[in-house]
């Protein structure tokens, strides 16, 4: 899968130093060339003899080493890879990341780069929790640096536990091969549709229904479905986010228009249906806005159901995009309820997602989801909304055999 790829491994000083002596060999095993520099504080943990004898050459460690820099330099280190992968990667590494410094070898590449930089954070889980550390992050992310993790579970110290466990290192080979994959375009030549965001329905005109959903997680498919290399329609209901780039997007406020907005993006070779579309409407929508009497009596509203787009479509006989993918946002009996839907509406996969308020799923980042098909179900651990969606494409690429 990697064969031919050349990886600059930079390892920074945190106790999980050591897997990263496993990341080089799972990197190697996939055909990856992989190159190391070692931070000071990296050296303190594991050897760069060790590293070494991994990655059959010179492990770099000295901005001022005279040989090195004449021989290779870290100009020269940062331009010579195809990733740069960072792991671990320290609180005080992403600190100086965002903030541009330049005063190791580690970090002069890094800042010299022009070359994609995949980071997996790695610290005590106060100190990833701690808003200077989420503000760096925010910051590298926006700066289009790729993150892979951090983890929840026990910590080094004993008996503390949360987030900020590196990702093993078979998740940040998958991350690498998502990136790569993501590079040679497997979505090349596909027409996509995909829904996002709530739907609004009027009740009169000043007033409507709504739901929690923020879109981000469907807008995050669409952005990373279009620089798979397809042809992206999303039919996105009212949300505050941007539009995602190198996408067509098609405004809708109800179920209906989304309806009709996703029928005449047909015909399609995957449709995405991520929305949170109502699923009911008032049955009477009053053209003018509904008054107080002064009688204290309050209005009864009568609802009516919805098209539901994703059965519509997936249940289609003419038009019946090749791959229909639905999502299920469930509070109680995940699994069940999914397969359920899969049949129902005519899916072949459906993202199933826990929804309960604890997870906070509706409207966060983040995002813990279980692919749901007639070959099972995969797990997939807790991770960015934007991971989901690389690793979704991944999956559909899998799906369509590409
Ligand atoms: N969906 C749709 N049109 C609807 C309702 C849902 O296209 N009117 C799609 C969603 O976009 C999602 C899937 O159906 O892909 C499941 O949505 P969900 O809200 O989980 O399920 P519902 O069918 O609404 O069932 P319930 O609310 O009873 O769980």
């Known amino acids: 899968m990697l064969s031919g790829k050349r990886i600059l491994l930079i390892i920074t000083g945190g106790i999980a130093c050591y897997k990263s002596l496993d990341l080089v060999r799972r990197l190697q095993e996939r055909g990856a060339s992989v190159r190391a520099v070692m931070t000071e504080g990296a050296q303190k943990f594991i050897t760069p003899l060790a590293v070494g004898a991994l990655t059959g050459g010179k492990v770099f460690t000295d901005l001022f080493d005279r040989e090195a820099e004449h021989d ?7 331009r010579e ?7 671990p990667a320290t609180a005080n590494m992403m600190a100086k990341m965002a903030g541009g410094h330049a005063d190791d070898l580690a970090s002069c590449v890094l800042l010299a780069t022009d070359k994609p930089v995949l980071i997996a954070p790695a610290m005590n889980s106060r100190m990833w929790a701690h808003v200077a550390t989420q503000r760096n992050l925010k910051t590298l992310q926006g700066d289009g640096i790729l993150t892979v993790g951090p983890n929840a579970g026990e910590m080094a110290e004993k008996g503390e536990a949360g987030y900020g466990r590196m990702a093993e290192p078979m998740e940040i080979l998958e991350a690498v091969e998502a990136f790569f994959n993501a590079t040679i375009k497997p979505l090349a030549g596909k027409k996509v549709v995909i829904t996002s965001g709530p739907t609004h329905e009027p009740i009169d005109p000043v007033r409507y229904i709504a ?19 397809a042809d992206v329609t999303l039919v996105s ?11 067509n997007v098609v405004h809708v406020e109800t179920a209906r228009e989304m309806l009709a907005a996703v029928q005449s993006a047909l015909p399609a070779d995957i449709a995405i249906m991520a929305a949170a579309v109502a699923d009911w409407r008032v049955a009477s929508d009053a053209h003018q ?8 009596k309050v209005p009864a509203l009568d609802f009516v159901e ?10 289609s006989k003419v038009l019946r995009p090749g791959l229909v993918v639905g999502f299920a946002a469930e509070t109680n009996d995940l699994i069940e309820n999914a397969r359920g839907k899969l049949q129902r509406k005519g899916a072949d996969l459906i993202v199933a997602n826990d929804v309960s308020p604890e997870n906070n799923v509706m409207g966060g980042s983040e995002n813990t989801v279980r692919i749901v098909s007639e070959d099972g179900v995969e797990d997939w651990p807790k991770m960015g909304k934007e991971e989901v969606a690389a690793k979704l494409i991944a999956k559909i690429a899998e799906k369509l055999g590409s």
């Open 72 to 78: 290779v330099g870290h100009i020269r280190l940062s």
């Open 81 to 87: 890879a195809d990733l740069i992968v960072v792991a």
């Open 211 to 229: 739901n929690r959903s923020s879109g981000r997680q469907g807008h995050a498919i669409a952005e990373a479905v279009a620089q798979a290399g």
């Open 237 to 247: 209901g009212p949300v505050t986010l941007k539009d995602p780039k190198g996408v």
């Open 289 to 296: 806005k509904i008054k107080k009497d002064g009688s204290g």
């Open 306 to 315: 919805n098209p539901d787009i994703l059965a519509t479509i997936g249940n």
